[in-house]
């Protein structure tokens, strides 16, 4: 019986196979844009560490951090162990290079940028897209060219991943995070969540990417130079069967957020709000989502009560720009609140707007293809394309953000772009009596 056993134990270990190699890398912002946290996978545990520095080949800084075993939600329970580490006191306007992993396996080498120390005098520019996926991700080659010739200073993905991140006992997710790490290891690649994340309640999300803040990444804020950028979790209000708790906790966390980003030394510093979440208030698309019904749940709150709806917040706050995603095309509103469009004025809709320009760009590719337009187009509407594609968003300074569309399918033609022109970043309520 024990020479039984021995040999089992004797021949399980001639099979048993070391996932000790990195893969998935990726970078995200810590606390603030000049901490970097880089994160990645290994299938066998191992400690975390990354050697980096300003020195191609010498990389003379040594940082650890935590390993975090993920067990999939799947029927294979598949585990896989998630490295995160904190690179901080990072010197602003250098180039660094780093690998990651220990001493049982190390990454290639990547590098990373960090910005400026006057980030006042800082023009970030991003790419912004959602609803990207392991199949069909047409966008993202063009998208690993252009972060390879160091042109964005972060990605945003606002929403939906892979198709779906816990498909085939994640193994979809572990896919999806090899492609985008050729991206992801070079820029931030910041993100929320999408309907496609909710299964396992949202823990394939949850453990694969490392946002700021103690929210496991479902909603949270960082200033980039002139913006302050907020992240929203759309899906707390349409998963209930994960309970109401999360969608009250958001919204009193984005008002005392908004309030913070506000007052008036905050806004001087980081004028432009910009928020980002997955579902919608608006759409024109020719589908039943619910960003075409009258009263969404994200603009005006859950159904009958109304409570917790975002948009007469944001009209609050002076919100100036809304990201969105989920619909699988490109829209862009005139300045609207609660279905009233308020132009700064008929020549220049856009320059000193009455209220927040919302932009819908999920159209980067998945595998559900994308979604054509109502063939009326409603008088909120100002442009709508389904080519697959991302936007491209450069705040210039205090007063002036450029935006752009790119057409994958027309080559990396720019096909829409605006000037948001504020001189005054201030709460829209307070313009109400200039409609
Ligand atoms: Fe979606």
């Given at each position: ?218 909603w949270?804020s ?8 907020v992240?929203l ?17 958001q919204y009193y966390w984005l008002e005392e957020d908004l309030k ?15 928020t ?32 917790f709806?975002l948009?007469?917040m944001f009209?609050?706050y ?118």
């Open positions: 019986m024990l020479l039984t056993a021995l040999l089992v134990l004797s021949l399980s270990r001639c099979f048993a196979t070391n996932y000790f190699q990195p893969e998935q890398i990726h970078l995200s912002y810590g606390a603030s844009i000049y901490d970097i946290v880089v994160t990645w996978t290994t299938y066998s545990d191992c400690k975390s560490t990354v050697e980096y520095g300003i020195d191609e080949y010498e990389r003379p800084l040594k940082a650890h951090g935590s390993t975090t075993k993920f067990i999939d939600g799947g029927p294979e329970r598949r585990v896989m162990y998630i490295h995160r580490v904190l690179l901080n006191n990072l010197t602003s306007s250098s180039k660094y290079f780093y690998h990651c992993g220990s001493d049982l396996g190390w990454s290639a080498l990547f590098w990373f940028t960090t910005p400026p120390k006057d980030e006042s005098k800082w023009s970030p520019h991003l790419a912004i897209y959602g609803d990207m996926g392991n199949e069909n991700a047409q966008s993202l080659a063009r998208l690993q060219d252009e972060v390879q010739r160091n042109i964005y200073d972060a990605i945003i993905h606002v929403g939906d991943f892979a198709y779906d991140m816990d498909s085939d006992n994640a193994r979809v997710g572990d896919e999806f995070m090899r492609q985008i790490e050729t991206v992801a290891a070079y820029v931030p690649y910041m993100t929320c969540p999408g309907n496609h994340e909710q299964t396992y309640n949202f823990s394939n999300y949850r453990a694969r990417f490392s946002m700021p803040g103690d929210t496991e990444g479902l949270y960082f200033d980039m130079g002139p913006i302050h950028f992240a979790s759309t899906e707390v209000y349409y998963n209930f069967n994960y309970g109401m708790k999360q969608l009250v906790k913070r980003a506000s007052e008036p030394d905050n806004r001087k510093k980081h004028p432009w709000i910009i980002y979440g997955h579902r919608p208030m608006y759409c024109s698309n020719n589908d039943f989502d619910d960003c075409r019904q009258h009263s969404t749940f994200v603009r005006s709150g859950i159904p009958f009560l109304k409570w709806g948009e007469e009209h609050r002076g919100v100036d720009l809304s990201i969105w995603a989920h619909e699988h095309s490109y829209e862009r509103l005139w300045p609207v609140y609660d279905y009233r469009v308020l132009n700064g004025s008929i020549s220049q809709p856009y320059q000193n707007p009455k209220a927040t320009v919302h932009i819908i760009t999920g159209s980067a590719g998945c595998s559900e293809r994308t979604d054509p337009f109502t063939p009326i187009k409603p008088e909120w509407s100002a442009f709508r394309n389904s080519d697959y594609g991302y936007t491209k968003v450069k705040a210039w300074n205090d007063t002036h953000l450029y935006l752009e569309q790119v057409s994958d399918d027309q080559d990396g033609k720019v096909i829409d772009s605006i000037w948001l022109v504020r001189e005054r970043h201030e709460a829209f309520d307070n313009l109400d009596h200039l409609d």
